[in-house]
């Protein structure tokens, strides 16, 4: 954006003796006012030429010009305005059109310099900073029509992470109470008496005696099974090797 800013400033700056062949005195004075920088010497001079002649061209462009360089769009939009008739019809028509896109760009009126800087190649084709200017402000005017909806975007993307958030926070709300519940059931079934042997019958120790045999002979033999089935495998697996 500056390079385009500075490029502009430039042009506008070479093009304020763009109608100086004017034998106003006013305007060459404002003029010579001008290149010096003396921007409040070059409006009086100029606003005099304007009482004399208010059709003016070289008084309203000049004077455009300088209320740029205060950066006073506004202002030198209207000066550029008075003469949309007269002025482009001149040998400095492209000037024009470019200065008028210029001060729509730092209005952020970006169409309209769209529109500026287009008449301005077709007057004068091979001007590559008026060729810059206009692809910049075509640009800017697509992002420009394209944020609202970025917007509108960002927006429902804020709500739909508000929903979520607020479905987990429901979902651990409700994980949490399932888990006292459970808790409150556990607690509830340990204070509960556990159930005693039927016919309050012990167990002798022969029996326990036989119990423990009986238990130690199914262990044995699960083991024994195991052993046969890993042998098995061992075998298998050293037949496919030698294969």
């Known amino acids: 954006m500056r390079r385009f800013i500075y490029i502009v400033?430039?042009?506008?700056?070479?093009?304020?003796?763009?109608?100086?062949?004017t034998d106003k005195k006013e305007v060459r004075k404002g003029n010579r006012s001008f290149r010096k920088g003396e921007y409040?010497?070059?409006?009086?001079?100029?606003?005099?030429?304007?009482?004399?002649?208010?059709?003016?061209?070289?008084a309203n462009y000049n004077l455009a010009n300088n209320l740029y360089r205060q950066e006073q769009f506004d202002e030198a939009g209207k000066y550029l305005e008075k003469i949309k008739e007269t002025a482009p019809a001149t040998k400095y028509g492209a000037d024009y059109f470019y200065n008028l896109g210029d001060v729509a760009l730092q209005k952020k009126d970006y169409q309209s310099a769209v529109i500026a800087f287009g008449q301005s190649l077709l007057l004068r084709p091979d001007d590559m900073d008026a060729k810059e200017n206009y692809i910049y402000a075509k640009l800017m005017m697509k992002n420009q029509g394209g944020g609202g909806q970025d917007q509108n975007q960002d927006q429902n993307q804020d709500q739909n992470q508000d929903q979520q958030q607020n479905q987990d926070q429901n979902q651990d709300q409700q994980n949490q109470d399932q888990n006292q519940n459970k808790d409150q059931q556990d607690q509830q079934q340990n204070q509960q008496p556990k159930p005693?042997?039927?016919?309050?019958?012990?167990?002798?120790?022969q029996q326990a005696q036989q119990m423990l045999e009986a238990i130690q002979n199914m262990e044995k033999e699960t083991q024994d099974k195991v052993k046969k089935e890993k042998a098995a495998a061992l075998k298998s697996r050293q037949k496919e090797k030698n294969w």
Do not use: H, N
Request: proline content about 5%; cysteine-free; charged content about 15%.
């Open 40 to 58: 409040a010497e070059a409006d009086i001079s100029y606003r005099k030429a304007l009482l004399k002649d208010s059709t003016s061209i070289a």
């Open 196 to 205: 005693q042997p039927s016919g309050g019958q012990e167990i002798s120790p």
């Open 9 to 21: 400033m430039l042009l506008v700056l070479t093009g304020t003796t763009a109608f100086s062949q």
